[in-house]
């Protein structure tokens, strides 16, 4: 009776580390939720809504599209000045890597303690982005943001990294440049650099909360 009880509970056990193995791989490698929680990307999505992310760029090392809607772990400086931004190389600083087995563990896969921003990808490695007359433009050609709302024009930020001399740079190789669709409302790139794709924690597929907005975003 007591070996049927102990070998019934190690089989509870091992279901049950291997369902959170299952689920971590599946969150870390595969999809996961996520909460919209701030307005920076307003009107496309809003604070509370709920959306399912794709991490399958993360294990493919696929490019993201322009246009993507996706999440990136914050920076460790979310402001650069312009003296200590060098425009041949406009990078986001990641410092203060976590350390330790456990920590490690903890922040990149149960991802707890960190933060994360939501964005669209503008710029892609190679292109040349410049943001002028309330625009932006790509290549040379101004680019058409049908998802901005009405009005709203795209300019550096008071305290933005280039503000003041800005006229444009390029994206540097396996980065991407990306803005919040609120511009006067977002910190994003303008302010701390360009992104690298080892940073990108997924893509935005569809939202699924509320159940009146569902569908892809």
């Known amino acids: 009776m007591g070996k049927s009880i102990i070998k019934e509970t190690i089989e509870w056990i ?27 990307m307003f009107p496309t999505l809003h604070e509370g809504e709920r959306l399912w992310l794709s991490r399958l760029g993360r294990t493919t090392k696929k490019l993201p599209n322009r246009g ?43 991802e707890t303690s960190k933060t994360s921003y939501i964005k669209r990808v503008i710029g892609l490695p190679g292109d040349y982005v410049e943001i002028k007359d309330g625009a932006v433009y790509i290549n040379g050609e101004k680019l058409q943001e049908d998802y901005l709302q009405s009005g709203v024009v795209t ?6 990294t280039h503000e003041g001399n800005f006229t444009g740079f390029t994206v540097p190789e396996n980065c ?14 303008r302010s701390f650099g360009c992104i690298p794709l080892e940073k990108i924690e997924g893509k935005v597929l569809f939202r699924f909360w509320p159940l009146n907005k569902f569908g892809k975003v």
């Open 14 to 40: 091992l279901c049950f580390v291997i369902a959170v193995v299952l689920a971590l791989i599946v969150r870390y490698y595969i999809g996961t939720p996520t909460e919209v929680r701030m307005s920076s």
């Open 68 to 110: 993507d809607i996706v999440t990136f772990e914050a920076p460790s400086k979310t402001w650069v000045s312009k003296e200590e931004i060098d425009l041949t190389n406009p990078v986001a600083t990641y410092e203060n890597e976590p350390q330790g087995f456990w920590n490690k563990f903890a922040y990149y896969v149960l």
């Open 155 to 160: 300019d550096m930020h008071q305290d933005a």
């Open 176 to 189: 991407v440049f990306c803005l919040g669709d609120n511009r006067t409302g977002s910190r994003d790139c």
